[in-house]
Nanobody
Framework: QVQLVESGGGLVQAGGSLRLSCAASRSIFSFKSMGWYRQAPGKQRELVAGIISGGTANTADSVKGRFTISRDNAKNTLYLQMNSLSPEDTGIYYC?????????????WGQGTQVTVSS
């Protein structure tokens, strides 16, 4: 079992920045991958950025150049640095971990953190 707790969301003006954190209940070093997803009102949840165990990261085209995903294995924490925010970035941001287990692969989700960008 893995518990994920997101923090860092809030209300920010367009053009501003936020840094989201996702703290895991145990070591993230061996996780298959971790990622940030977001869900805007009335829309499906979408992948924003992901990072695999080897450290390779990818970001969605809609946030490329503005958002950066990173992780600190020593702190068991995943981050999402969000710059140049726009109202279109508003939504609930979720952290996800894909973890190897004795019976295969399991997905774990955090409870989400609200990001609201005002124009």
């Amino acid at each position: 079992q893995v518990q994920l707790v997101e923090s860092g969301g809030g209300l920010v003006q367009a053009g501003g920045s936020l840094r989201l954190s996702c703290a895991a209940s145990r070591s993230i070093f061996s996780f298959k991958s971790m990622g940030w997803y977001r869900q805007a009102p009335g829309k499906q949840r979408e992948l924003v950025a992901g990072i695999i165990s080897g450290g390779t990261a990818n970001t969605a085209d809609s946030v490329k150049g503005r958002f950066t995903i990173s992780r600190d294995n020593a702190k068991n924490t995943l981050y999402l640095q969000m710059n140049s925010l726009s109202p279109e970035d508003t939504g609930i941001y979720y952290c996800k971990a894909v973890v190897f287990s004795t019976w295969g692969i399991s997905d774990y989700w955090g409870q989400g953190t609200q990001v609201t960008v005002s124009s």
